[in-house]
Protein backbone atom coordinates (compact mmCIF):
# COMPACT_ATOMS: atom_id res chain seq x y z
CA UNK A 1 0.00 0.00 0.00
CA UNK A 2 1.00 3.68 -1.12
CA UNK A 3 0.88 6.69 1.28
CA UNK A 4 -1.41 8.01 -1.51
CA UNK A 5 -4.16 5.01 -1.09
CA UNK A 6 -4.00 5.33 2.13
CA UNK A 7 -4.60 8.96 2.67
CA UNK A 8 -6.74 9.29 -0.49
CA UNK A 9 -4.46 11.48 -1.95
CA UNK A 10 -3.55 11.43 -5.63
CA UNK A 11 -0.06 10.74 -6.34
CA UNK A 12 0.36 13.47 -8.68
CA UNK A 13 -0.58 15.89 -6.06
CA UNK A 14 1.99 14.02 -3.62
CA UNK A 15 5.15 14.60 -6.74
CA UNK A 16 3.62 18.15 -7.66
CA UNK A 17 4.55 18.95 -3.78
CA UNK A 18 8.12 17.43 -4.04
CA UNK A 19 7.39 14.38 -2.13
CA UNK A 20 7.47 11.10 -2.41
CA UNK A 21 4.69 8.82 -2.62
CA UNK A 22 6.29 6.42 -0.40
CA UNK A 23 5.59 2.57 0.31
CA UNK A 24 3.86 1.88 3.82
CA UNK A 25 4.66 -1.77 3.50
CA UNK A 26 8.34 -1.18 3.82
CA UNK A 27 11.02 0.98 3.42
CA UNK A 28 11.95 2.13 0.20
CA UNK A 29 15.59 2.18 -1.10
CA UNK A 30 15.79 6.43 -1.35
CA UNK A 31 18.22 8.34 1.07
CA UNK A 32 18.78 11.97 2.03
CA UNK A 33 22.72 13.27 1.05
CA UNK A 34 23.58 16.36 3.32
CA UNK A 35 25.30 17.28 0.03
CA UNK A 36 22.46 17.37 -2.13
CA UNK A 37 20.54 19.59 0.81
CA UNK A 38 23.78 22.09 0.42
CA UNK A 39 23.89 22.12 -3.56
CA UNK A 40 20.07 23.13 -3.62
CA UNK A 41 19.39 26.34 -4.95
CA UNK A 42 16.41 26.56 -2.23
CA UNK A 43 17.52 29.11 0.03
CA UNK A 44 15.29 27.06 2.87
CA UNK A 45 17.46 23.80 2.03
CA UNK A 46 20.81 25.39 2.09
CA UNK A 47 19.61 27.02 5.88
CA UNK A 48 19.01 22.92 6.78
CA UNK A 49 22.47 22.76 5.47
CA UNK A 50 24.30 25.42 7.84
CA UNK A 51 22.17 23.48 10.81
CA UNK A 52 23.85 20.51 10.07
CA UNK A 53 27.02 22.42 9.96
CA UNK A 54 26.23 23.93 13.41
CA UNK A 55 25.50 20.72 14.97
CA UNK A 56 28.93 18.99 13.77
CA UNK A 57 30.96 22.29 15.23
CA UNK A 58 28.69 21.63 18.45
CA UNK A 59 29.68 17.78 18.85
CA UNK A 60 33.69 18.95 17.85
CA UNK A 61 33.34 21.77 21.00
CA UNK A 62 31.96 19.04 22.97
CA UNK A 63 34.31 16.33 22.01
CA UNK A 64 37.46 18.17 23.48
CA UNK A 65 36.10 17.73 26.65
CA UNK A 66 36.09 14.80 28.74
CA UNK A 67 32.34 13.80 28.80
CA UNK A 68 30.18 11.19 30.92
CA UNK A 69 28.39 8.41 29.30
CA UNK A 70 25.01 10.38 29.64
CA UNK A 71 26.15 13.21 27.92
CA UNK A 72 27.50 10.92 25.07
CA UNK A 73 24.27 9.16 24.30
CA UNK A 74 22.55 12.97 24.65
CA UNK A 75 24.41 14.31 21.84
CA UNK A 76 26.65 11.87 20.26
CA UNK A 77 24.04 8.63 19.93
CA UNK A 78 21.00 8.61 16.62
CA UNK A 79 18.44 6.55 16.52
CA UNK A 80 16.93 5.39 13.20
CA UNK A 81 13.63 7.55 12.27
CA UNK A 82 10.91 4.70 10.74
CA UNK A 83 8.65 7.17 9.73
CA UNK A 84 9.86 8.18 7.20
CA UNK A 85 9.73 4.62 5.40
CA UNK A 86 13.42 5.44 3.73
CA UNK A 87 16.03 2.80 3.57
CA UNK A 88 16.98 -1.13 3.59
CA UNK A 89 14.18 -2.76 5.49
CA UNK A 90 12.38 -5.10 3.51
CA UNK A 91 9.59 -5.59 6.31
CA UNK A 92 8.11 -2.94 7.84
CA UNK A 93 9.77 0.26 8.43
CA UNK A 94 12.23 -0.58 11.64
CA UNK A 95 15.79 -0.78 10.90
CA UNK A 96 19.60 -0.17 12.74
CA UNK A 97 19.92 2.74 14.30
CA UNK A 98 23.65 4.05 14.30
CA UNK A 99 23.86 3.54 17.96
CA UNK A 100 26.40 3.13 21.08
CA UNK A 101 28.99 2.36 18.87
CA UNK A 102 28.51 5.19 16.34
CA UNK A 103 28.67 7.80 19.09
CA UNK A 104 31.63 6.31 20.93
CA UNK A 105 33.19 6.52 17.61
CA UNK A 106 31.92 10.31 16.67
CA UNK A 107 32.84 11.44 20.41
CA UNK A 108 36.47 10.06 20.21
CA UNK A 109 36.95 11.04 16.30
CA UNK A 110 35.69 14.23 15.75
CA UNK A 111 38.13 16.46 16.93
CA UNK A 112 40.77 14.48 15.33
CA UNK A 113 39.57 14.11 11.76
CA UNK A 114 38.68 17.80 11.23
CA UNK A 115 42.00 19.01 13.17
CA UNK A 116 43.84 16.39 10.12
CA UNK A 117 41.65 17.00 7.42
CA UNK A 118 41.21 20.35 7.39
CA UNK A 119 37.25 19.51 7.52
CA UNK A 120 36.41 22.53 9.78
CA UNK A 121 38.18 25.06 7.23
CA UNK A 122 35.28 23.73 4.74
CA UNK A 123 31.53 23.85 4.71
CA UNK A 124 31.59 20.09 4.76
CA UNK A 125 32.16 19.10 8.46
CA UNK A 126 29.48 16.21 7.90
CA UNK A 127 32.30 14.26 5.67
CA UNK A 128 33.04 12.72 9.30
CA UNK A 129 30.55 10.50 9.07
CA UNK A 130 32.33 9.09 5.41
CA UNK A 131 34.87 8.09 8.05
CA UNK A 132 32.83 5.52 10.29
CA UNK A 133 34.03 2.01 8.97
CA UNK A 134 30.44 0.59 7.68
CA UNK A 135 29.34 3.85 6.75
CA UNK A 136 26.91 4.61 3.44
CA UNK A 137 24.07 5.96 1.96
CA UNK A 138 21.92 4.28 4.73
CA UNK A 139 23.18 5.94 7.94
CA UNK A 140 24.23 8.97 6.64
CA UNK A 141 20.73 9.65 5.25
CA UNK A 142 19.68 8.65 9.28
CA UNK A 143 21.81 10.61 10.58
CA UNK A 144 21.08 14.05 8.56
CA UNK A 145 17.25 13.08 9.11
CA UNK A 146 17.83 13.41 12.80
CA UNK A 147 19.27 16.80 12.17
CA UNK A 148 16.24 17.61 9.77
CA UNK A 149 13.51 15.98 11.53
CA UNK A 150 12.24 19.40 12.58
CA UNK A 151 12.02 20.47 9.21
CA UNK A 152 10.41 17.43 7.64
CA UNK A 153 7.69 17.03 10.02
CA UNK A 154 6.52 20.85 9.14
CA UNK A 155 7.09 19.79 5.83
CA UNK A 156 4.46 16.88 5.94
CA UNK A 157 1.96 18.92 8.25
CA UNK A 158 1.41 21.60 5.78
CA UNK A 159 1.11 18.95 3.27
CA UNK A 160 -1.38 16.83 5.96
CA UNK A 161 -3.29 19.89 6.59
CA UNK A 162 -4.10 21.06 3.26
CA UNK A 163 -4.99 18.04 1.35
CA UNK A 164 -5.36 15.00 3.85
CA UNK A 165 -8.79 14.44 5.78
CA UNK A 166 -8.49 15.36 9.31
CA UNK A 167 -9.90 12.08 9.99
CA UNK A 168 -6.46 10.38 9.05
CA UNK A 169 -4.37 12.43 10.79
CA UNK A 170 -3.10 12.95 14.66
CA UNK A 171 -1.14 15.25 16.78
CA UNK A 172 1.52 13.49 17.60
CA UNK A 173 4.60 14.47 19.67
CA UNK A 174 7.70 14.01 17.93
CA UNK A 175 10.61 13.34 20.24
CA UNK A 176 14.37 15.23 19.36
CA UNK A 177 12.39 17.93 16.79
CA UNK A 178 15.06 20.22 17.19
CA UNK A 179 18.21 21.16 18.71
CA UNK A 180 18.00 24.27 21.54
CA UNK A 181 21.81 26.09 21.57
CA UNK A 182 20.74 27.45 25.02
CA UNK A 183 19.50 24.27 26.91
CA UNK A 184 22.22 21.89 24.50
CA UNK A 185 19.54 19.53 24.91
CA UNK A 186 17.07 17.95 22.13
CA UNK A 187 13.10 19.22 22.37
CA UNK A 188 10.24 17.72 21.38
CA UNK A 189 7.29 19.15 19.74
CA UNK A 190 3.86 18.32 18.40
CA UNK A 191 2.68 18.10 14.59
CA UNK A 192 -0.30 17.55 13.58
CA UNK A 193 0.59 14.59 11.22
CA UNK A 194 -0.82 11.48 8.84
CA UNK A 195 -1.21 8.90 11.34
CA UNK A 196 -0.60 4.75 10.19
CA UNK A 197 0.53 2.09 12.39
CA UNK A 198 1.09 -0.90 10.32
CA UNK A 199 3.47 -2.95 12.84
CA UNK A 200 2.62 -4.88 15.84
CA UNK A 201 4.44 -3.52 19.15
Known amino acids: MFFSERFNVDAEL ?15 PLFIDPMLIF ?29 SAKEISAWFNFSEVPNNWLGYSLFGNKGLALGKK ?17 VSKSQHIEKVMLLYEGSGKDKISDLTVN ?3 GFLCEYTESFATQYISPQLCRSLPVENAYFNYTTESFVSKEYVLPFVNNEKD
Do not use: M, P, W
Open 147 to 149: LIK
Open 14 to 28: IKAYGAVDLSLVCDI
Open 39 to 67: NSDKKEYQALHQEIIRYFHFLYQKSRNVL
Open 102 to 118: YADFLYRNVEFIINTHN
